[in-house]
């Protein structure tokens, strides 16, 4: 069983529309989880980062940890063609220095 | 504050050279992660370092190895080079207190013909 997983997509979602990026880990005792956004080309950059069970909202995008379901979920609202990119969920190894990473999904924002 | 900086950042070798790769990161991080990204593979974990010393490594040859500086800054070394090891190489800086953020440099585009 891979640590991380994820959809791979494509996620394709209207303008203004909610895009909704899931994400599964298979380490009980993880405790620091991240979403990171990759444009085609480029390296990740960090968008959001959560650590308690519930919601962490920064702007457009929330983050939403369950950990008794091992699942993290990245919310993007009034999604633009500029979100467009590849998602990376991120989950740190029982060393806690290594991040873990799933294979990213695919999201497309049709104008 | 200057983000992470990595040199070079395109390289093309053939098979059986080495390669030494340069990281620089965040002032202020005692930290460096180093990452192999590939379309296959995605995003594997190569070492970590903090204040000189590799805390954690991840599952790769012996072929791969890596060094940080007093400085904080990192190199990563990679000999007789394989074609399967061309991939986009990145370095991560974090203030080095285990579960923090990391924060990626633009990474490395190796080629190997």
């Known amino acids: 069983q891979k640590e991380v997983e994820q959809n791979s997509g494509p996620l394709s979602v209207p303008e203004g529309a909610i895009a909704s990026l899931n994400c599964t880990y298979s380490d009980r005792g993880s405790q620091s989880f991240f979403w990171y956004r990759q444009y085609s080309g480029k390296s990740p950059e960090l968008i959001m980062s959560?650590?308690?069970?519930g919601d962490k909202e920064d702007g457009r995008f929330t983050a939403q940890l369950n950990k008794a379901s091992q699942y993290v979920s990245l919310l993007i609202r009034d999604s633009q063609p500029s979100d467009s990119a590849t998602y990376l969920c991120?989950?740190?190894?029982?060393?806690?220095?290594?991040?873990?990473f799933g294979k990213g999904t695919s999201l497309l924002v049709t104008p | 504050k200057a983000g992470v900086t990595q040199t070079p950042r395109y390289l093309i070798k053939t098979r059986g050279q080495q390669v030494t790769l340069s990281c620089s990161p965040i002032?202020?991080?005692?930290?460096v992660s180093w990452y192999q990204q590939t379309p296959g593979q995605g995003l594997q974990f190569l070492f970590e370092?903090?204040?000189?010393?590799?805390?954690n490594k991840g599952n790769f040859p012996g072929r791969f190895s890596g060094r940080q500086f007093s400085n904080s800054r990192s190199e990563m070394n990679v000999s007789t080079l394989e074609l399967g090891d061309s991939a986009l190489y990145l370095c991560a800086s974090s203030d080095g207190t285990g579960g923090n953020e990391q924060f990626f440099g633009p990474g490395t585009r190796l080629t190997v013909l």
């Open positions: 002032s202020g991080h005692r930290s």
């Open positions: 959560i650590y308690s069970n």
């Open positions: 370092y903090f204040s000189e010393t590799q805390r």
């Open positions: 991120a989950v740190y190894s029982n060393s806690g220095y290594a991040l873990n």
